[in-house]
């Protein structure tokens, strides 16, 4: 767990998924489904659990959240590794007041670190992602259609203005087809 001040009693966390207690992915999991209503699901996680998570903390409480897939994909001809941001939420009562944009930071920082090509994520609403540096990607997409830990094959379809990329080494090119290699983040 590597620790970061976002303000005077808030502290942006790291966690390694399996190190997780059922206390703190209870806490994730209420803060997910009060941020998607049209998404609940009884656990801490939609599709997939990520390897990484990050967590914002006022005192004991969960107020912010953004989980990581760790895992390469392929872009055109090439294949780049990837952090996959899954599940940004931020409290209701506490929106507006930069936890996100220090998520996102926390999860850049660590994918620099760690020698990672990009960012990536699907939004529906995009503005929180353009303030922090990604670019939206319109591309054919390839991935494993998951739904309630059921595999229904690989779609392939046309992404406009939900594919949002940020560059984090120099030598990408994200032109081409895009195959997720797996489930969509």
């Given amino acids: 767990m590597i ?24 806490s994730i999991q209420r803060l997910r489904n009060a941020c998607f209503p049209d998404h609940q699901v009884p656990r801490s996680y939609g599709k997939q659990l990520p390897h990484i998570r990050f967590l914002a903390h006022d005192a004991d409480q969960v107020v912010g959240h953004l989980g990581i897939d760790h895992r390469v994909m392929r872009f055109g001809d090439r294949v780049h590794s990837v952090f996959g941001l899954i599940d940004l939420c931020v409290a209701e009562d506490r929106r507006s007041q930069g936890i996100g944009s220090a998520l996102i930071d926390a999860a850049t920082k660590c994918a620099t670190g760690a020698g990672i090509d990009l960012l990536l994520l699907i939004a529906h609403n995009p503005r929180i992602y353009t303030r922090n540096g990604f670019i939206g990607l319109d591309a054919k997409c390839s991935w494993l259609r ?6 229904y094959g690989v779609a392939v379809e046309q992404l406009c203005n939900e594919l949002m990329v940020k560059p984090l080494s120099g030598n990408l090119n994200l032109s081409g087809p895009v195959d997720f290699l797996g489930y969509m983040v």
């Fill in 146 to 151: 998951i739904d309630e830990h059921t595999n």
């Fill in 3 to 26: 620790g970061r001040k976002v303000a005077s009693r808030m502290q942006i966390q790291r966690y390694i998924e399996h190190e997780l207690g059922p206390e703190v992915l209870s």
